[in-house]
C-alpha cells in the first residue's frame, strides 16, 4: 500500500491524446522516492486507488503498447 504522503509530490501527466481533456483517462508519474516507480490513476478518482509499477514493468508495458500489442480494436 501507498501512503498519501508518497503521493504528495507526484507530478500527474495524462496523455496528449486524452478525448475530453484528461477526465476519462489514466494519470501517470513517477514517484518521487528514489526508486523509479511510476503511479498510475484514474483521472476522475485522483483520490480513489493507485496502482505503483516497478521501473522495468512500466517500460515493459510502454515498449509493448508501442509495439502494438495493446490494440485491442
Not at 507530478?11 to 508519474?29: F, L, M, N, R, Y
Request: aromatic letters at 8%.
Amino acid at each position: 500500500m501507498i501512503s498519501p504522503e508518497e503521493l504528495a509530490g507526484v507530478a500527474w501527466h495524462i496523455s496528449s491524446k486524452s478525448p475530453d481533456g484528461g477526465g476519462q483517462c489514466v494519470e501517470a508519474g513517477p514517484l518521487n522516492d528514489g526508486t523509479g516507480r511510476i503511479a498510475l490513476r484514474h483521472s476522475r478518482r485522483p483520490n480513489a486507488e493507485v496502482i505503483v509499477y516497478t521501473r522495468p514493468e512500466w517500460e515493459a508495458f510502454i515498449t509493448g503498447a508501442k509495439n502494438g500489442e495493446f490494440d485491442f480494436s
